[in-house]
């Protein structure tokens, strides 16, 4: 890599944080109770995208027309199956995550979470967690990024690119952005980002691979390490 990192824009379940898989079967779910069935391709290749779109497209793929009412109330399942899991199985972070982005915080690179929820869902998450965002005490990221704040999620790269707004990043040589699903692979490469694929999520390396990833890595871990290493 010839210019620095200055930015690690990372998705949130399944690669910075491990939910138990409670937003694959919260989202497969929602879409089975709106009459379709959801083959696991699909569901791979949805799954990190905003789960408004998600719905719409795997209700479409299981043969139920998405009307607006139908995608309407998928969501709201979709929602309802997350907190309940999320309440009987509390999310954590990744070993080794925290100290990663700690890690990564303390050389001066910018860290910001992006994620295909919308702020109903990732705030509290992250408050949950514990995760303060911004210079505060308790800050574990300069940024976070939702649905909320874009005009469309993965794999459009507005999600990345607000979060170099955020942080004051310029150069999209200068980022690299990190997830579990091809989607998320997509997004860094729209961008312009360094693309990395992560194995904490549910996703073959194969998977993360043909969708365009300039590394797979086996997790959020390694990014230390591959930004440091001088052929970066």
């Known amino acids: 890599m010839n210019a620095p990192i200055e930015l690690v824009a990372l998705d949130m379940a399944g690669t910075t944080i491990d939910?138990?898989?409670?937003?694959?079967?919260?989202?497969?779910?929602?879409v089975e109770d709106g009459g379709a069935t959801v083959a696991q391709a699909d569901l791979q290749v949805w799954m990190g995208t905003d789960k408004v779109e998600a719905i719409t497209n795997l209700l479409r793929l299981g043969g139920v027309e998405p009307t607006s009412e139908r995608v309407e109330a998928g969501f709201a399942r979709f929602r309802e199956r997350l907190q309940e899991a999320y309440a009987t199985t509390p999310p954590t972070a990744i070993d080794g995550v925290p100290a990663a982005l700690a890690e990564l915080r303390a050389r001066g690179v910018k860290v910001a979470l992006t994620t295909g929820f919308d702020d109903a869902v990732a705030l509290p998450l992250l408050a949950a967690l514990?995760?303060?965002?911004?210079d505060g005490d308790g800050a574990v990221v300069d940024a976070v990024v939702t649905t909320s704040d874009v005009a469309a999620g993965r794999p459009a790269p507005y999600m990345i690119h607000r979060a170099m707004e955020r942080t004051g990043v310029r150069d999209v040589r200068r980022v690299l952005a990190a997830g579990d699903t091809a989607v998320d692979v997509q997004a860094a490469s729209n961008a312009g980002a360094v693309s990395v694929g992560v194995l904490t999520g549910k996703a073959d390396p194969e998977v993360l691979a043909q969708a365009g990833a300039d590394h797979v890595l086996g997790g959020v871990v390694d990014i230390p390490g591959l930004i440091a290493t001088p052929s970066m």
Do not use: K, S
């Open 19 to 30: 939910d138990g898989g409670a937003v694959y079967e919260a989202l497969r779910g929602a």
């Open 130 to 134: 514990g995760w303060g965002i911004g």
